[in-house]
Every structure is written in structure tokens, then in C-alpha cells.
T-cell receptor, first 116, second 112 residues
Framework: GAVVSQHPSRVICKSGTSVKIECRSLDFQATTMFWYRQFPKQSLMLMATSNEGSKATYEQGVEKDKFLINHASLTLSTLTVTSAHPEDSSFYIC????????????FGQGTRLTVV | AQSVTQLDSQVPVFEEAPVELRCNYSSSVSVYLFWYVQYPNQGLQLLLKYLSGSTLVKGINGFEAEFNKSQTSFHLRKPSVHISDTAEYFCAVRQGNTPLVFGKGTRLSVIA
């Protein structure tokens, strides 16, 4: 199946700093990528939908100035957590659809962010 | 709006016993249905999916699921579980090219 690579898998940062998470589709072109956040022992909550070459669409309650999403190419989307605080500590997962009418989403390995 | 209900947050089961993880969805239109597995600190791996056709879907690792339109259910089953099946299982629904909507997950614990 298609492969989505997410990097880094773990990151620890100081409060007030910014962290960038990368999501790459390795063997297909992903016109749409999705970013999810997962709290401990809970489900995945969609944060935003990222379309190549255009602005991301954020879900209600997600601060777009805090969670910056860039989808500059068909194989790369990035999520930057700006001025991170301890409450931003979470597991972040990206997924990508293979083509505009994809029926299946492929997931990255996830990034465990800890803000101290 | 679509929603997914996983009725059991935790399911303990003995090794080699059968298991069923329940999933119900709500949608007034045709949807695609998925089951994913998540191991600790990892992303999601697709177990199986229903797009159309046969209502009985077979997936990886010996899992299968049956789509029941009248009951709006998509329960996941395995006839004999292994210790390695211990993980979190998520049911998800999608309409067209919209993002996946996930259930809250079911933690399957296989006991030796």
C-alpha cells in the first residue's frame, strides 16, 4: 500500500518555542492531507484539511495562527505548532489520500509532542 | 453529519477466543466504512474497508467485518485472537472525499 512518512516521531520542546512536523507521501501524489490530534486514550480529532497550493481548512475551535499548515507540494505538508505550551502536548497524526477521489487515507506514524 | 459509535471502550478476551468489536454509524447517504488498528505510539494501520459490493469484508490479520445497512452497523470480528492483537481499534466513516470521522476507539486486551 501507499506510504506516508511523518517526522519526527518524538519531539520535546520548551514552552514558547515552535515545532515543525513534516508529513510526506513517499510513493504517490497527495492532493489532500489531513492533520489529526489525539489525546491520551481518546480518538483522533480532525484539526485541518490541507490542499496542495491553497490555504488549509481548519475545523471549528482550532487556532489557525497557532497551528500553521503548509502544503507546498503534492508530497509534503507541514504542521508548525507556534509558541507551544504544555497544553499543546499531544500525539499528532497526518494522513493523505491517493488522488482527489481517494476512498482510503494512509496514515503517518504520528508525532508525540511534549512541551515542557 | 456523520457520526460513529463504538459501543465498547474496552474489550478483554482470552487468547484463542473469538471477539467482536461493535461499530454503529449514522448517515443518511451512502458512506465508506473502515476499521483501523493502532499500536502504542504509532499511526493507524488499515485493517479493512467497505466501499461497495459484498457486505462481508475480509481484512488483514484474520479480521473481517460485516456491513449491515438496515442496522447501520459495521462490526469487526476475529474467530481466534492472539496476544499480538492487543491494540486500539478505530471504526471510521467517510462520505465521498470528506475527511474520515472516527469512533472513540475500543481497546482490545488479549489475555494469555
Amino acid at each position: 500500500g501507499a506510504v506516508v512518512s511523518q517526522h519526527p516521531s518524538r519531539v520535546i520542546c520548551k514552552s514558547g518555542t515552535s515545532v515543525k512536523i513534516e508529513c510526506r507521501s513517499l510513493d504517490f501524489q497527495a492532493t489532500t492531507m489531513f492533520w489529526y490530534r489525539q489525546f491520551p486514550k481518546q480518538s483522533l480529532m480532525l484539526m485541518a484539511t490541507s490542499n496542495e497550493g491553497s490555504k488549509a481548512t481548519y475545523e471549528q475551535g482550532v487556532e489557525k495562527d497557532k497551528f500553521l499548515i503548509n502544503h507546498a507540494s503534492l508530497t509534503l505538508s507541514t504542521l508548525t505548532v507556534t509558541s507551544a505550551h504544555p497544553e499543546d502536548s499531544s500525539f499528532y497524526i497526518c494522513s493523505a489520500g491517493q488522488g482527489a477521489q481517494a476512498t482510503e487515507a494512509f496514515f503517518g506514524q504520528g508525532t508525540r509532542l511534549t512541551v515542557v | 453529519a456523520q457520526s460513529v459509535t463504538q459501543l465498547d471502550s474496552q474489550v478483554p478476551v482470552f487468547e484463542e477466543a473469538p471477539v467482536e468489536l461493535r461499530c454503529n454509524y449514522s448517515s443518511s447517504v451512502s458512506v465508506y466504512l473502515f476499521w483501523y488498528v493502532q499500536y502504542p505510539n504509532q499511526g493507524l494501520q488499515l485493517l479493512l474497508k467497505y466501499l461497495s459490493g459484498s457486505t462481508l469484508v475480509k481484512g488483514i490479520n484474520g479480521f473481517e467485518a460485516e456491513f449491515n445497512k438496515s442496522q447501520t452497523s459495521f462490526h469487526l470480528r476475529k474467530p481466534s485472537v492472539h496476544i499480538s492483537d492487543t491494540a486500539e481499534y478505530f471504526c471510521a466513516v467517510r462520505q465521498g472525499n470528506t475527511p474520515l470521522v472516527f469512533g472513540k476507539g475500543t481497546r482490545l486486551s488479549v489475555i494469555a
